[in-house]
């Protein structure tokens, strides 16, 4: 494989972050809907996507892990964006990250406050293996809403999408990128 030259990169390296040893995961008791006034963690909405191809997940326990968060240097519009991401890292295995993971992060700042991850509106951006081990796009962000309830959004999609992120998106890996390895 021919290595781009750090200039052509999308994405650099950004931060270190380490997520919490993790038991049994289960999905749909997670990731639900709570914008009670008093909740620890306000999740506003769940796509349908994500609820399909995630819903009926249950993960093993894992240790504790590090992440790699990497700032989206200019947008990634072209067709097939999250295939020009995934080829800055050395395969897939080094970028997936589980469910539990992602949510021990948004957990962290259930109600918006700073953290690991973005709270400006901007996405936060995981690969994640589905019920039937297919890799999607996972975001999460978080919207300010003066006529609606603040919260965490989640959303997933197929990495095959014909989608586009935006500069400032956050990507995170288990990994560093293939060229600063």
């Known amino acids: 494989m021919l290595e781009k030259p750090k200039s052509e990169l999308l994405l650099k390296y950004k931060c270190t972050v380490t997520t919490p040893a993790t038991g049994k995961f289960v999905v749909r008791k997670w990731f639900v809907k709570n914008t009670r006034k008093n909740a620890r963690l306000k999740i506003v909405f769940v796509s349908t996507y994500f609820r399909t191809r995630f819903g009926d997940m249950i993960e093993e326990p894992t240790g504790e892990a590090e992440l790699h968060c990497h700032i989206l240097g200019k947008a990634a519009e072209k067709l097939f964006a999250d295939r020009l991401i995934l080829s800055e890292f050395d395969g897939k295995e080094s970028v997936v990250t589980s469910l539990a993971k992602v949510f021990s992060l948004i957990k962290r700042q259930g109600n918006g406050e700073k953290g690991a ?18 890799v999607q796009a996972i975001d999460v962000f978080w919207v300010v809403d003066e006529f609606g309830p603040d919260g965490w959004y989640v959303h997933a999609r197929s990495v095959e999408y014909p989608g586009r992120w935006h500069a400032g998106d956050w990507v995170f890996s288990r990994s560093r990128l293939a060229a600063e390895s």
Request: glycine share 12%; aromatic share 12%; hydrophobic share 35%.
């Open 117 to 134: 991850l973005l709270t400006n509106g901007q996405k936060n951006i995981f690969y994640t293996p589905d019920v039937e081990g297919v």
